[in-house]
């Protein structure tokens, strides 16, 4: 059955939990609120929201060298306390962020991060991208907002699906990290490196290398 906005808004008032995540809960649950907010509670996502807007200053820089040398990174991710930073659980997901950065080579951290000015240029390419494969003008601004979308999830880490899990995005799985260990936790920045980075050079397919080493 088709879900309601007025359904996701009203469980999302009640759980605090984000629009899709609200969404998709009420897709499983044909509708039912009660039992989409166990789901929320089950998946740890209706409690998080709650947290998110507590001051998070401590925490770690994590790090992540591919095998060789050829990649390399550097993630600040924060949390409330010294205590939770210095934990297995939270260093642990320190590093699936710091893997996921090296796999995925994310732009932004959010989409929020995204300039005006990069943004009107993509939707620039978009659109002549449409047009010329024929689309109606009247449906092409339809089709550059829906591309849009991939490009986020492309290029926005909270948005890119979890290298180890692509069920689940970064965000979803921030907030169930944020749920189970009682603590605001922000992604805060990251650089990348990549080893002979715009020089001309052949081509490796780093990205197969670093989820090879994530499967093992």
């Known amino acids: 059955m088709a879900v309601s906005a007025s359904a996701v808004k009203e469980l999302r008032e009640k759980t605090g939990a984000g629009m899709l995540d609200c969404k998709k809960a009420l897709d499983e649950t044909n509708g039912d609120i009660a039992k989409a907010i166990d789901v929320l509670r089950e998946k740890g996502l209706a409690a998080a929201a709650n947290k998110a807007g507590r001051v ?3 925490g770690t820089v994590e790090s992540y060298i591919h095998a060789g040398g050829r990649i390399g ?18 260093r642990e997901f320190a590093r699936d962020v710091a893997m996921q950065i090296a796999a995925a080579n994310p ?3 959010s989409r929020e991060e ?16 449409a047009l010329n494969e024929g689309k109606p ?9 829906g591309r ?10 909270l948005e890119q699906p979890f290298i180890k899990d692509p069920d689940k995005t970064i965000h979803t799985l921030l907030k169930e990290k944020i749920s189970t260990i009682g603590e605001n936790i922000s992604i805060r920045r990251f650089v990348r490196f990549e080893l002979g980075e715009g020089l001309e050079k052949k081509e490796d397919n780093f990205v197969a290398e670093v989820m090879s080493q994530v499967k093992h």
């Open 56 to 58: 998070a200053t401590e």
């Open 73 to 90: 990174v550097l993630v600040e991710i924060n949390c409330e306390t010294d205590f939770v930073g210095k934990t297995d659980q939270f």
């Open 107 to 109: 732009k932004f951290v």
């Open 114 to 129: 995204v300039s005006q000015e990069e943004l009107d240029k993509e939707r620039e390419i978009l659109k002549a991208q």
């Open 137 to 145: 003008e009247k449906i092409v601004e339809k089709m550059v907002e």
């Open 148 to 157: 849009l979308s991939k490009y986020y999830e492309e290029f926005c880490l």
